[in-house]
């Protein structure tokens, strides 16, 4: 209903901490993509030593991703890197097991390829995944959907040991979902945040907080804007 709702301009934005399932089915056949979109992504924020906002898709809804998804995965994080973080050249890097331009499997190898003979936004390489949480070399780090699952909840893991452990640091905060609420699902055409099916009240209200973000910053329109280019 939310979604239907949503699409008959009823609202502007829809966010739910539901069923995952059922809220991913309702933006492919209700929502629907964006024309030109290859495949939609969620997009998930990375924590890092400074602090400066960072993003990482895909983080599960495409397990299998071809290289011109990846590709075009870097123009959809650099449009929500500069409206929603603010930044003016968001740095994308491409998630692999080396830094060199050779390193990775035939998918990666191919998606470099395309992110680098690209000026559409600003590739920097490969970054690997011991860089995360404590680089930020980038502010925008592509991969598919089953690796970027597991990297996020890599850090969901972290986040539980060191609650565990009676760790205070205002550093490791950053790893509590609550504080994000959840996840915008990209090159859809409206607006939907995904949140964790164990939502508390604070992470309902940043949920809405940052789906609020996403209606504001009109990232819908950008993104056709930009695919139109």
């Known amino acids: 209903l939310g979604q239907r709702m949503l699409m008959n301009g009823s609202l502007d934005g829809f966010c739910s901490a539901g069923n995952t399932g059922a809220m991913m089915v309702g933006a492919m056949q209700i929502i629907t993509s964006i024309p030109g979109i290859i495949r939609p992504a969620i997009a998930a924020p990375v924590p890092n030593m400074d602090g400066t906002p960072v993003i990482m898709l895909d983080v599960g809804l495409n397990p299998d991703a071809r290289p011109d998804v990846l590709y075009q995965y870097g123009s959809i994080g650099t449009i929500y890197s500069k409206l929603v973080h603010g930044i003016k050249i968001p740095r994308v890097a491409l998630l692999n097991v080396g830094r060199e331009e050779s390193k990775g ?12 003979e ?5 590739f920097i390489g490969n970054i690997e995944a ?15 959907g089953f690796i970027g699952n597991m990297m996020l909840k890599q850090a969901e893991a972290f986040y539980k040991l060191i609650s565990i452990k009676e760790v205070c640091n205002g550093y490791f905060e950053m790893f509590n979902f609550e504080n ?5 699902v990209l090159g859809i055409n409206a607006p939907l945040i995904i949140g964790h099916g164990i939502s508390n009240e604070i992470a ?9 973000e996403v209606v504001n910053a ?4 950008r993104i056709k804007e930009e695919l139109d280019r």
């Open 204 to 212: 309902i209200k940043n949920m809405l907080l940052h789906t609020y």
């Open 218 to 221: 009109k990232l819908v329109k």
């Open 130 to 144: 011991n860089e995360f949480f404590v680089s930020s070399r980038a502010d925008v780090i592509v991969t598919d």
């Open 180 to 184: 994000f609420g959840g996840t915008p």
């Open 105 to 116: 499997n035939l998918v990666t190898r191919s998606a470099y390829q395309l992110m680098n």
């Open 118 to 122: 690209s000026s559409a936004y600003n």
